[in-house]
């Protein structure tokens, strides 16, 4: 069974850091495309970034790119996200997400996800 | 990047109704739509992708259609378990956008 279970967030002051993981299970972590999806409160879905399954490809939203870094382990079926200088707009849940198969895809499972709550 | 838009934003329905959302593309995106449904406090599931692909576990009533830049998800009998929030996504290209959302609602 496939399992994507989050973990990492929190309150954090603005200008704080966090790093958010991802426990990965059920399924070759390395063959697949990762990727963060963060949901304001009350609001919809936003996607944050995609690393492909060797780490050869990383992409951002434009709202987070220079603060934001997205790694993965493929040893430790672990996926990673490290946030810096956050604001009020990070408050937010975020998931963890698969790509369905290895080329251009959609999110087939995600996590639970975590909060990650900005605030002073 | 690519603005997806959704319509409606809210729909009110009755149990056993047939509901269509619309989702638009600010460009095209070939079949590069999935659409997932979001019940509040859990994670969005993967209802339709490659724009009219049922994803496997998904009831039979969850059609979808369109390419190109308009498509569309039916829902063609409610289910009380039906009632949630609908999202569009495109995987044409990166940033990956989705729609704002239509909110199903029971009347």
Do not use: H
């Not at chain 1, 496939?2 to 200008?15: A, C, D, N, T």
């Not at chain 1, 493929?74 to 946030?83: P, R």
């Not at chain 1, 290895?102 to 996590?111: A, K, L, R």
């Not at chain 2, 729909?11 to 509901?19: F, H, N, P, Y």
């Amino acid at each position: 069974e496939v399992q994507l279970v989050e973990s990492g967030g929190g309150l954090v002051k603005p200008g704080g850091s966090l790093r958010l993981s991802c426990a990965a299970s059920g399924f070759t972590f390395s063959s697949f495309t990762m990727n963060w999806v963060r949901q304001a409160p009350g609001k919809g879905l936003e996607w944050v970034s995609s690393i492909s399954s060797s780490s050869s490809y990383i992409y951002y939203a434009d709202s987070v790119k220079g603060r934001f870094t997205i790694s993965r382990d493929n040893a430790k079926n672990s996926l990673y996200l490290q946030m810096n200088s956050l604001g009020a707009e990070d408050t937010a849940v975020y998931y963890c997400a698969r790509d369905r198969t290895t080329v251009d895809s959609p999110f087939d499972y995600w996590g639970q996800g975590t909060l990650v709550t900005v605030s002073s | 990047a690519i603005r997806m838009t959704q319509s409606p934003s809210s729909l009110s329905a009755s149990t056993g109704d047939r509901v269509t959302i619309t989702c638009r593309a600010s460009q095209g995106i070939s079949s590069y739509l999935a659409w997932y449904q979001q019940k509040p406090g859990k994670a969005p599931k993967l209802l339709i992708y490659a724009a009219s692909t049922l994803q496997s576990g998904v009831p039979s009533r969850f059609s979808g259609s369109g390419s190109g830049t308009d498509f569309s998800l039916t829902i063609s009998c409610l289910q009380s378990e039906d009632f949630a929030t609908y999202y569009c996504q495109q995987y044409y290209s990166y940033p990956r956008t989705f729609g704002q959302g239509t909110k199903l609602a029971i009347k």
